[in-house]
């Protein structure tokens, strides 16, 4: 029953929506979920795995706890089955079907909004940062790790300025060290009313990874799972069914970037994931990569797909997307104090 609504119901949506570490760990794909959640603006199909009680979509997006994202999806269900146009559907009794649920629905949606999930850009352009508790003073190297790559950030573009916050701050990147000695580099998604954006990195975290996650945290996504990825990567068959490589909507129309420091390596992919490589280059994808590759510095890994040193100039295009101010702008006023944005 619960496959027959998620189904009926997406097709409604579809019809109305017109140098790294590369053996980075990736949960494995096992028990993936498809789920309907609210980002940037627009309801989106994602799918993710669930690890502990958390909702993992690429390897290391963090969309919410299991449950949150459940409940978001089944708000979202309702209320897309709320505004369908029953009498345009051409198949009778799918129309049937759905009229019979319109009937059993409340008049008033907005009280499932309270609940519901949104993920959205930051406001303002100054975004506050935090180290949690589990980092202590003892943390020096990954203090230094987190510190340069946030500097990192902010010496790239002068869209956004992340500063540093005072520890009673309720809405900031939040920097926090995950229990174990596994390797683990993850970060929520974009900005939440009320909530703080997790970032969970420890000291096997390489800077470049913490600059990578920093890009979740502001509401960068991976670039190699964009919808017109075909066009440049070619991933083998497991990968193309994985959870961990799905493809994923973006909020930005840069051009695909195969030097973006949001792309992962070739051979970042799960520990029970099958040998070698879980994509290769189409032509165009080579001609794209030879095309951009010249910007990227020479140091060993920096000139590889899925490289960990730099931000890419595509990759500053899609901050500017993202974040049209500039550097000083209040949320409040939208006065700024840098003249000039990046062209």
């Keep these: 029953m619960l496959r027959a609504l998620f189904s009926f119901a997406f097709g409604v949506f579809s ?5 790294q570490e590369v053996n980075e760990p990736l949960p494995a794909d096992n028990g993936g ?86 993920t959205t850009v930051w406001p303002g352009t100054e975004i506050p940062y935090l180290f949690g508790s589990s980092i202590t003073e003892d943390d020096s190297t990954l203090r230094e790790l987190i510190e340069s790559a946030v500097q990192q950030w902010n010496d790239s573009q002068d869209r956004i300025e992340l500063v ?3 520890d009673t701050a309720e809405e900031a990147v939040l920097f926090e060290k995950p229990s174990g000695t596994k390797r683990l580099c993850q970060a929520s998604l974009g900005y939440t009313e009320g909530q703080s954006t997790s970032v969970k990195v420890n000291d096997k975290c390489e800077k470049g990874s913490i ?29 193309k069914e994985g959870n961990n490589y799905a493809v994923a909507p973006t909020q930005y129309q840069t051009a695909y970037d195969l030097c973006s420091i949001m792309h992962y390596h070739p051979l970042q992919k799960p520990d029970d994931s099958p040998a070698g490589e879980w994509f290769t280059l189409t032509e165009a994808g080579q001609k ?56």
């Design 15 to 19: 019809s109305a929506a017109g140098a």
């Design 33 to 118: 979920y498809e789920v309907l959640a609210n980002l940037f603006g627009r309801t989106e199909l994602l799918r993710y795995v669930k690890v502990g009680n958390e909702a993992i979509m690429g390897g290391d997006i963090i969309l919410g706890t299991h449950s949150e994202m459940q409940t978001a999806n089944a708000i979202n269900l309702l209320r897309l089955i709320a505004e369908a146009d029953v009498g345009q559907m051409e198949d009778q009794t799918v129309a049937e079907y759905a009229g019979r649920l319109q009937s059993e629905l409340p008049a008033d949606m907005r009280p499932f909004a309270a609940v519901d999930k949104q």
């Design 164 to 166: 540093a916050a005072e």
């Design 211 to 239: 600059v990578h996650e920093i890009g979740h945290a502001l509401g960068l996504m991976h670039e190699h799972q964009r919808p017109d990825r075909s066009t440049y990567i070619d991933p083998v068959d497991w990968a």
């Design 288 to 343: 794209s990569f030879d095309a951009c590759k010249g910007d990227l510095p020479t140091e060993n890994g920096c000139q590889e797909v899925g490289q960990r040193c730099v931000l890419s100039s595509v990759d500053l295009s899609a901050v500017a997307e993202l974040y049209p101010g500039v550097k000083g702008e209040s949320k409040e006023t939208g006065e700024g104090t840098v003249a000039d944005a990046p062209k």
